[in-house]
């Protein structure tokens, strides 16, 4: 798979005393990693902590791939992914609770998904050992994805689960994450936040992400490529994956 052409972007990580300023992973993020003392409860997550810029390059993205390159249908059986939820706390294989891709869907990788460590995170970052303590900050636990090419290659679609310590913690790094992006309304009445980001090269097109968070998961989906990405799709689809982090259906 060849990664998808992405402008540089700016990840800020408050750890302890200082800033430290790395590069981020995916276009137009500004994330504030915040250390996880003091967590809020779920309904009331802490504030986000101070952000910083620096000048940043492009990095690779575990969880991106090109429209254009052909999906690889292998790997492990959906069948035999495993996973429970128990009032918001997420146990056995996270790739369970990965949204399915339509019939007609083309998948990139595993069928079943594919794993997304701590490591793979912090693989776009300019100090990797800070943002992997960040990372520990939050209790991260496991992470897991999947990406895919809908019927006719109209959009690209990636979904990202990431788990955390607790359903505190996972609301804090909800919190802490924001995109420099036009702001995108959403309906679901949960917590989440969505935007458009231009990619302001004739090499890719825009995407609309999504972020959220169910229990001790917190939720990435990027809907990219096509004429125009459809925020109804996007709307749609973290409705979806939302209510199957908190039924496990």
Do not use: C
């Not at 809020?40 to 997550?45: M, R």
């Not at 492990?76 to 429970?84: L, N, R």
């Not at 970052?125 to 809908?150: I, P």
């Not at 989906?221 to 982090?245: C, F, M, W």
């Amino acid at each position: 798979m060849e990664p998808v052409r992405r402008r540089g972007a700016v990840i800020a990580v408050s750890a302890g005393i200082g800033m430290l300023a790395l590069v981020g992973v995916t276009a137009g993020v500004v994330v504030a990693l915040g250390s996880s003392s003091g967590h809020a409860d779920e309904a009331a997550p802490s504030s986000p902590a101070p952000t910083a810029s620096v000048p940043g390059s492009p990095s690779a993205d575990p969880s991106a791939s090109s429209a254009s390159a052909t999906p690889a249908p292998s790997g492990t059986s959906t069948s035999t992914v495993k996973g429970q939820v128990s009032q918001g706390t997420h146990t056995g294989d996270l790739r369970f609770f990965l949204l399915a891709p339509p019939k007609d869907a083309e998948v990139y990788g595993d069928e079943a998904g594919s794993p997304l460590s701590a490591a793979d995170l912090a693989s776009g970052a300019e100090d990797e050992a800070a943002m992997k303590r960040s990372l520990a900050d939050y209790g991260f636990k496991s992470g897991a994805y999947r990406t895919y090419l809908t019927a006719g290659g109209g959009a690209e679609v990636s979904v990202k689960l990431s788990r955390f310590a607790d359903a505190a913690a996972a609301a804090a790094y909800y919190e802490a994450h924001y995109y420099e992006g036009d702001k995108l309304t959403l309906t679901g009445g949960y917590p989440a936040r969505a935007y458009h980001l231009k990619s302001g090269s004739e090499e890719s097109t825009d995407s609309l992400l999504a972020i959220s968070y169910q229990g001790d998961v917190h939720i990435t989906i990027t809907v990219t490529g096509g004429r125009t990405a459809d925020p109804k799709l996007l709307q749609n689809l973290l409705d979806a994956e939302y209510q199957r982090l908190k039924t496990g259906r």
